[in-house]
């Protein structure tokens, strides 16, 4: 299986962005004894290994240029459910998709989900991706109840809160360095419905969105934001916070819980979802994204209001309404950048973002805010706080002035106290990394991954470029 004598094929890997790529060697394991096979293999070549999922993670997570790039999302087996206590046993390829598929005639659904339903929950528990509800029922560590962690050397360590708590601590967010997920037990949620009592709101400026945030989170299950980040003067950060609650027992008069019945619509305001994709690559300037966010503006601000039922799947899932909104960032792609910042400080800093990304002419063309709460994990990027999530585009005329404002922010978000989102990073240095999350947590991890890793096998671009490396 796998002998040393094989040539492995190679091939361009990117981030979801499109905004930097690498060739690597790559293989694709079946189950354990296949990862375990590529591990020897790795070791026998001298070659650093990078595990990946689904790449959906923006920038350079799950690149290892002149490596080897262990693609896990043919390790897609559930190996175990229990339909009473809602616990799954998971190989690291199962998708957040598969994982509503399977479960939900059960009556269960992830707890926390991203926008997208495509990530593997072995990409998820190593950035500990949270969702709408993160202020609420936290990241996806919390929903994790322990795990098996194969080491380059072959060694398997078992890690829960209780044995190796360590490890399971600094693995889930640990962006894949402290082994590789080779099986992960979650607990899932019990529904009642398969449908979210949904409310669409307005807000005029960013002072509305924070004190709408600080209204709602307290009655919601869910409170997500979008900000129109082109304007300026005094409707800075106006935008269309949404709010939305499970529906309890017996308020859904007729439970349906055939996951077919929750597919995506195929239209968009009776609009094709493929056409969608070319209309926005026409808007994909600066002009034309301010037009864009103008007329979401207006359409938040005087269109209908009120209450609506909506299923889980389209109200957690809008960017996969449109599968090729990336592609009209081509060809140089795009980066996303998520700043976490303390809450004290989170609106003068995101007041900060949007006024000098304007002033540079640099603007975001996708605003989204949400509200966040501290956990437990050594390296994650939760606080007590707000998180703005940013996509620009990277053109051959902006690179320099964006790079130089991203870098700029990072100073301001490290002086406000925050973090960064390893998922939706391709910009940070290593001292923004130092500053976020101090020399002692970053000690705790190396320690670990002297452990699990002393010859510094395990290697991403990501890692490498936070000054992770050696
Ligand atoms: C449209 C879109 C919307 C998104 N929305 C959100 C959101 O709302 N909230 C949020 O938190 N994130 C969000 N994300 C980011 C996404 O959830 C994360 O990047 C997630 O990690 C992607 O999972 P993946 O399977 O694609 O992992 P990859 O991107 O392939 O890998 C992510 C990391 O996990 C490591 N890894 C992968 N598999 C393993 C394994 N078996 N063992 C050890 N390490 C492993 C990789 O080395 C890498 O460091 C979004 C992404 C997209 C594209």
Redesign the pocket.
């Known amino acids: 299986m796998l002998p040393a004598s094989t040539v492995l094929p190679r091939k361009v890997f990117d981030g979801?962005g499109y905004a930097s790529c690498s060739v690597s060697v790559f293989t694709e394991p079946k189950n354990g004894e296949e990862l375990a096979a590529s591990f020897r293999y790795a070791r026998e070549h001298g070659l650093t290994i990078?595990?990946?999922?689904?790449?959906?993670?923006?920038g350079d997570?799950?690149m290892n240029g002149g490596g080897l790039v262990v693609d896990?999302r043919s390790m897609r087996k559930v190996l175990a459910w229990n339909p009473d206590t809602g616990i799954a046993d998971l190989e690291?390829g199962v998708?957040i998709e598969q994982m509503w598929r399977t479960f939900l005639k059960d009556g269960y659904w992830p707890a926390v989900v991203?926008?997208?339903m495509?990530?593997?929950i072995?990409?998820?528990?190593?950035?500990n991706?949270?969702?709408?509800n993160c202020f609420k029922v936290g990241?996806w560590g919390d929903h994790i109840l322990e795990g098996e962690l194969v080491a380059p050397d072959g060694q398997v360590y078992l890690v829960n809160r209780d044995e190796n708590a360590d490890l399971f601590n600094a693995a889930i967010g640990g962006?894949?360095m402290l082994?590789?997920?080779r099986r992960i037990r979650v607990k899932l949620k019990r529904l009642h419905s398969t449908k979210l009592r949904v409310k669409g709101h307005y807000a005029a400026n960013l002072r509305e969105q924070f004190q709408w945030f600080e209204e709602y989170t307290q009655k919601s299950d869910y409170c997500v934001s979008w900000l129109d980040c082109t304007v300026g003067g005094a409707a800075l950060g106006r935008g269309e916070p949404h709010s939305a609650n499970y529906l309890h027992e017996g308020e859904d008069p007729s439970p349906d819980f055939e996951p077919a019945h929750q597919d995506l619509p195929g239209h968009i305001m009776g609009v094709p979802k493929a056409l969608v994709g070319t209309l926005l690559a026409k808007f994909n300037t600066n002009w034309g994204m301010r037009f864009v966010n103008f007329a979401k503006s207006t359409v938040a601000r005087f269109g209908p209001k009120g209450e609506y039922d909506q299923g889980l799947v389209a109200f957690n899932f809008l960017?996969?309404y449109v599968p090729t909104f990336r592609d009209a960032y081509r060809p140089h792609g795009f980066v996303q950048y998520q700043p976490f910042v303390p809450k004290e400080n989170a609106e003068e800093v995101f007041r900060n973002i949007l006024r000098l990304t304007q002033a540079r002419d640099v603007p975001s063309y996708l605003g989204v805010m949400k509200r966040h709460r501290p956990d437990a994990y050594l390296l994650s990027h939760g606080l007590d706080g707000y998180s703005l999530a940013l996509d620009f585009p990277i053109t051959p005329s902006n690179r320099a002035t964006l790079t130089k404002t991203l870098h700029e922010i990072s100073d301001m978000v490290c002086e406000a106290g925050g973090r960064f989102?390893?998922?939706?990073d391709g910009m940070i240095r290593p001292d923004h990394v130092q500053r976020a999350w101090g020399q002692e947590r970053l000690a705790r991890f190396d320690t670990l991954r002297k452990m699990v890793d002393p010859d510094r096998l395990l290697r991403?671009e990501?890692a490498a470029r936070w000054g992770l490396e050696g």
């Open positions: 979801f990078a595990m990946r999922g689904s790449g959906r993670s923006y997570a799950a896990t690291p998708t991203p926008g997208t495509f990530p593997t072995g990409g998820i528990a190593s950035m991706v949270h969702g709408k990241p962006f894949g082994g590789a997920w960017l996969d989102y390893p998922a939706k991403t990501l």
